[in-house]
């Protein structure tokens, strides 16, 4: 196994969600219920960072079919990633991951370095606990300026509309978003158990 942390950061193409699929799910986003991105620390203390995206929602006649499509293609990809990419034939410990999460980033947003150690992520789902293992990031849009994705400080992607970025979920592997300068940035984002 490689020791550099760049060898376990993979983008997938479009292949898996063509621009036209990706436009029915910004289309079947409700924009009238959003809610401000919040962080949360170790002790559940949920704040506040600046310039944070809202959270969007799908609307409700569109939750089930909208997220069996994304659901459906994230497994063939969460698959490819551990057993084709990272070559792992023996470890197939992963058990499911989280309904998809959007995120809208509109001009003058931007997201702090993270890492997705969520704790609290799988609460209440009594066959998944503990902490993510690995996040998956789909493009859902590539119409705007700014907004890259910037890996352990000194990767940078720019994911065009489809595109899927898979990397683990530990401290290994802070990331930020870069401020939105002009355009609307969504994406979709689950985090696999």
Not at 84 to 100: D, E, H, M, R
């Amino acid at each position: 196994m490689s020791l550099d942390i760049h060898d376990y950061i993979k983008v997938f193409d479009n292949s898996y969600f063509p621009s036209k699929q990706c436009k029915l799910i910004i289309n079947s986003l409700d924009k009238s219920s959003s809610q401000k991105h919040v962080f949360s620390n170790a002790s559940d203390i949920e704040k506040h960072v600046g310039d944070d995206p809202n959270i969007c929602f799908l609307k409700p006649e569109k939750r089930t079919p909208i997220g069996d499509i994304i659901k459906g293609q994230w497994y063939k990809l969460v698959g490819e990633y551990i057993l084709k990419f990272l070559n792992v034939p023996w470890y197939a410990g992963w058990n499911g991951y989280s309904f998809p999460k959007f995120i809208e980033y509109k001009k003058g947003n931007s997201m702090k370095k993270h890492c997705d150690h969520i704790h609290s992520l799988f609460e209440g789902n009594p066959k998944s606990k503990g902490i993510p293992i690995l996040s998956v990031i789909t493009a859902l849009n590539d119409d705007y300026s700014g907004g890259d994705l910037i890996m352990c400080e000194k990767y940078k992607y720019k994911l065009k509309q489809g595109e899927t970025i898979i990397f683990p979920s530990n401290f290994l592997y802070p990331h930020e978003i870069t401020k939105i300068t002009k355009g609307k940035r969504y994406t979709a984002i689950s985090w696999v158990f």
